[in-house]
């Protein structure tokens, strides 16, 4: 399930319909799709695309993308790290950023134009639209896991913008699954 948190009120929204609602006030898609328990845990990307097909048909049409792919990350994944670092920092796009997480999960956080900055921890199931030009940035969680299905519009939209506004130093990148390390003050 997926967790809505204001880190600077220190509130956590878990209901999908509160966070949908919020999400769609602020101009972001949110939502959940089934049929995830059916592929094989070695499925290939293409066996993925196949399995989502109704869906990221759904999503092509509704926000004109003409391409998908899948991203899958782990741990031991070569350069993981440099990976990460290009996204952790917060960042705007010329393209939406769609993501399917079909397995893992991962944390954005999302700095509106209004509002405070907020994040939404995404778990397997989860559908998002980060609208282009959302100021935004992305961690991956303790166990440094993902897959997902990404949908474009023009892949070289994709290239980050950074706002270098120092807004991703003020949050902690915390998770709330499974890996869910609590921040402990060392004094
Ligand atoms: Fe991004």
């Known amino acids: 399930m997926a967790t809505l948190t204001f880190p600077q009120e220190g509130r956590v929204v878990e209901d999908p319909q509160e966070i949908s609602r919020f999400l ?94 907020f994040s939404l921890e995404v778990v397997k199931g989860d559908m998002i639209r980060v609208p282009r030009g959302t100021h935004h940035w992305f961690d991956l969680c303790a166990d440094k896991t993902i897959r997902a299905i990404r949908l474009f519009q023009d892949k070289s939209g994709w290239t980050p913008h950074y706002t270098e506004s120092g807004e991703d130093t003020k949050f902690q990148p915390l998770c709330f699954g499974p890996s869910y390390i609590p921040f402990q003050r060392t004094l």
């Open 24 to 117: 769609a006030g602020v101009g972001i898609w949110y939502g959940k799709f089934a049929g995830t328990d059916s592929l094989p845990e070695d499925a290939g990307d293409q066996e993925i695309l196949d399995a989502y097909q109704g869906p990221i048909q759904q999503l092509m049409r509704e926000g004109g993308y003409v391409t998908a792919d899948v991203i899958n990350v782990k741990s031991t994944t070569p350069g993981v790290e440099a990976m990460l670092a290009r996204f952790n920092k917060e960042h705007w796009h010329d393209e939406d950023e769609v993501r399917f997480i079909v397995d893992g999960r991962g944390l954005f956080h999302i700095h509106p134009t209004e509002g405070p900055t």
